[in-house]
């Protein structure tokens, strides 16, 4: 009864509750993407990481993967003692380098991994084969759209580039055997993948068996903790980033977002509540001499409270359901702007959604709309009847 009175209140002013329903969905939205944007990235990045299984990344001491030209000796006999550990499952090495690619008189330059195609996780192969053999290489859409190559070609690359003598080094004629996917680079960044002592020989790294990290995968999580000790140990010269350290590392450069999504999701919930109560306020004041009298006849005070406090919070779900929506599509868009940032994985989401984001702004949404109707709920109940019926017969 009291929630089909709730709705027969809304519905007489018509106008009043589209425009309350319309202003909480957009504060809905902006809920919604503050969620989503304060846990989606950190998300996106853990599954990133463990989307090939591997656990821990180890590179030169003081460096991340890729951020220095700083390589590890003895790659194969340190991969080899990490691999007879009973708990390691795989331990991939990997070389990066940039080469160029060799047409007629013009280069185009291309980042590349020299890796073990058999125990890789660097990319995810699309089409034609993978980099078994010693020349062969696969490559990304956007290298192979830059040079103009297909699968089968055969191309010169140089793995570097002499001013003096005007001339390049390491060349090879390496054939495009597949079409990969490379997981960790940004969007539109040119990336081949051949095999690590090709590369090696091509940039002068096979003399000491060099490598820019390796990647090691534990058979049981658990373990991550104790097979990480040990490397540090074994290996002084080595750091060891595990995925929760890599997540901590994550933390401290997000900080800035988690900041900015708190506050402007506070923003929005206390745009959502102010403007609940005001309606709800304004709706109560126009309809005292209803309510006087239904108290007159006998109705509860819980009933008059629990009656406008429905009309408050049917205004918020039906907002906060439609600002789901609304919110989902924003954020596809703000995704697309915010994935063309330099330096990031192009498989990075900014604005992940998960169930839970969608339910919490639901429920911090209904929450303010049961608070917004409390006050003005509790002043109409609370109104002298014989001296508020008196004024309404006057006026």
């Not at 846990?39 to 990481?49: A, D, I, V, Y």
């Not at 919070?313 to 359901?321: E, L, R, S």
């Not at 169930?355 to 709309?369: E, K, M, N, Q």
């Amino acid at each position: 009864m009291r929630f089909v009175l709730a709705l027969a209140s809304l519905r007489r002013n018509r106008a009043r509750t589209i425009l309350a329903v319309l202003g909480v969905a957009i504060a809905a939205a902006m809920l919604l993407d503050m969620v989503m944007l304060s846990t989606g990235m950190r998300e996106s990045f853990r599954q990133l990481l463990l989307s090939r299984g591997f656990q821990m990344r180890l590179t030169p001491r003081g460096t991340l993967p890729f951020d220095t030209e700083a390589s590890i000796p003895g790659a194969t006999g340190i991969a080899a003692r990490i691999r007879s550990r009973p708990e390691v499952d795989l331990v991939s090495a990997v070389l990066g380098a940039s080469v160029h690619v060799l047409r007629g008189d013009s280069t185009v330059t291309s980042f590349a991994l020299g890796v073990d195609p058999r125990a890789q996780g660097d990319y995810e192969l699309a089409a034609g084969a993978d980099a078994l053999a010693p020349d062969a290489i696969v490559a990304n859409e956007d290298f192979l759209r830059a040079t103009r190559a297909k699968i089968g070609d055969t191309l010169r690359i140089a793995a570097g580039y002499d001013p003096q003598l005007r001339s390049h080094s390491g060349e090879r004629a390496l054939v495009v055997a597949g079409r990969a996917r490379f997981l960790y680079l940004a969007a539109g960044q040119l990336a081949i993948a051949l095999p690590l002592r090709t590369l090696q020989q091509m940039t002068g790294a096979a003399h000491d068996d060099r490598a820019s990290l390796f990647m090691v995968r534990v058979r049981n999580p658990s373990t991550v903790k104790e097979v990480s000790r040990w490397i540090r140990d074994s290996f002084p010269a080595i750091d060891v980033i595990s995925t929760s350290d890599a997540m901590a590392r994550v933390d401290e450069r997000l900080s800035y977002f988690r900041q900015l999504s708190a506050i402007l999701g506070a923003v929005s919930l206390i745009v959502g509540f102010l403007l609940v109560t005001t309606l709800v306020t304004v709706s109560v004041h126009e309809r005292t001499g209803e309510i006087v009298v239904m108290r007159a006849i006998g109705v509860s005070r819980l009933h008059v409270v629990q009656q406008i406090v429905l009309e408050g919070t049917a205004m918020t779900v039906a907002g906060a359901v439609l600002g789901t929506g609304l919110g989902l599509i924003t954020a596809r868009y703000l995704n697309t702007i915010l994935s063309r940032f330099p330096g990031l994985p192009a498989a990075i989401d900014f604005f992940l959604f998960q169930p839970r984001d969608a339910w919490t702004a639901i429920g911090l949404l209904t929450a303010c709309g049961v608070l917004a109707g409390l006050y003005p709920a509790w002043r109409a109940a609370s109104l002298p009847l014989a001296h508020t019926l008196r004024e309404e017969a006057v006026a």
